[in-house]
């Protein structure tokens, strides 16, 4: 699996760090591309940026907005050759239906869901070893509140049974909550 650059969107929150430190120490992965928005680790993950770093792995920080078609073109092509792609970028803006808008939606769908879609656009022709697309059991069970969020992620289980009908490496996983 450690074969060619593993892409992380969300990389610099902490389930990115924590995928990408079990990537390059398990795994071997040679070279790490961290994408986040703000391009940089996030606070209070120094513990886990310090175990990566000393994994021996390339880790490269990109700064990149997933959900801008544009950007996701320029990283995709600057990580090549891709051997996986690991999607753990996601944003809550919780608030039950009716306090739900047009831009309380866009926020949680954007970097979820849409950027998935702009991601697998980008890598849909590229033998990846593993396309893995982290989810969240809100898509299965819902939640007060959460109906931004439980639609975003229900996109990205769909995407993974898509690529994985059409042959493609794919997996979701729905998260249940999780700490550390």
């Not at 929150?13 to 990408?20: F, Y």
């Not at 600057?78 to 039950?96: C, E, F, Q, R, T």
């Amino acid at each position: 699996m450690a074969a060619g650059t593993q892409l992380i969107t969300g990389g610099t929150g902490g389930l990115g760090l924590l995928t990408a430190r079990w990537l390059a120490t398990a795994h071997d992965a040679p070279r790490l591309v961290l994408a986040s928005r703000g391009g940089s680790v996030a606070r209070g993950s120094g513990s886990e940026w310090a175990q990566l770093a000393a994994s021996g792995a390339e880790v490269v920080l990109a700064r990149c907005d997933m959900a801008e078609p544009s950007d996701t073109r320029r990283l995709v092509g600057a990580a090549l050759p891709l051997g996986g792609v690991w999607h753990a970028a996601g944003v809550l803006a919780d608030g039950l239906l009716a306090k739900q808008s047009a831009a309380t939606l866009r926020r949680v769908y954007g970097p979820k869901a849409h950027a998935a879609w702009l991601v697998q656009r980008g890598v849909a022709a590229l033998p990846l070893h593993a396309c893995t697309l982290f989810s969240s059991v809100a898509a299965l069970l819902g939640g007060a509140g959460q109906a931004n969020y439980a639609a975003a992620n229900s996109c990205l289980d769909a995407l993974a049974s898509q690529r994985r009908a059409s042959g493609a490496a794919g997996v979701s996983v729905q998260w249940g909550p999780w700490a550390e």
